[in-house]
């Protein structure tokens, strides 16, 4: 058994003086697709955000490849190998597709050149110097996704990334996922969508007020059906 790629033991997390995270534990093994389920406030996003170290107030232990990262700054987990995509997406309005995408400084050896992005997103190609801001929510999702993907990060975090997007896109972002983990990426996902979870990931771990509560493997979600419903109230 390989050692995992990322171990979070016991993180507590704050926000000014509301304590967010109450003792979340979990792993995720290199080259896996993992999600985070719950309902809003359970902590998925606090938690991505606490890996990352943007959120600076924490405590625990966050390991990533056997290193403690619980004292970094965000920039020196960024050139760790590990890149936040977050909901809001964060394009540049004052910037073209192409200026958005080359933004980022590459951190690591390994990221995908320009080619490669837009052979995942051939539309990022069709509209290189449109504004990053008039592009389609389906198009912005695959703009962030891009961008960081030249990094050299080989851990990703992506926070909803189907949010409000029509299914067909929702389809491209699902079949980008698995195509990323063909190419050895490891990925940890934020996923209202659990029906949608269900096509990309390997495994599912459910939080509730700031912990870890569950973990399903995904060929356990159909049989884990009637609890997934409790945890998610849907």
């Known amino acids: 058994m390989s050692e995992p790629l990322l171990r979070v033991r016991d993180l507590h997390a704050w926000y000014g003086e509301s304590h967010i995270?109450?003792?979340?534990?979990?792993?995720?093994?290199?080259?896996e697709v993992v999600t985070l389920l719950g309902r809003n406030g359970a902590g998925k996003t606090t938690t991505m955000k606490s890996i990352m170290g943007i959120v600076t107030r924490r405590r625990g232990s966050i390991q990533f490849q056997g290193r403690e990262t619980i004292g970094l700054p965000s920039n020196a987990i960024a050139r760790l190998g590990i890149a936040f995509c977050p909901e809001e997406r964060g394009i540049f309005a004052s910037l073209n597709v192409q200026e958005n995408l080359l933004l980022p400084p590459v951190v690591r050896e390994g990221g995908l050149g320009l080619d490669g992005i837009f052979g995942l997103f051939p539309n990022l190609k069709e509209r290189l110097r449109s504004q990053g801001t008039k592009l389609s929510g389906g198009e912005q999702q695959m703009l962030a996704i891009g961008r960081i993907l030249r990094t050299g990060a080989r851990l990703l975090l992506l926070d909803?990334?189907?949010?409000?997007?029509?299914?067909?896109v929702r389809e491209h972002i699902g079949a980008t996922i698995a195509r990323l983990k063909a190419q050895g990426f490891t990925i940890l996902l934020v996923e209202?969508?659990?029906?949608?979870?269900?096509?990309v990931a390997d495994r599912h771990y459910v939080m509730e007020y700031g912990r870890v509560v569950d973990m399903i493997p995904n060929a356990q979600l159909e049989a884990s059906m009637g609890k997934l419903h409790d945890y998610l109230g849907v």
């Not at 209202?192 to 096509?199: D, G, I, L, P």
Request: zero cysteines.
């Open 21 to 31: 995270l109450h003792g979340v534990t979990f792993d995720i093994d290199p080259g």
């Open 160 to 168: 909803e990334p189907t949010e409000g997007l029509a299914p067909v």
């Open 192 to 199: 209202q969508n659990f029906r949608f979870a269900a096509t």
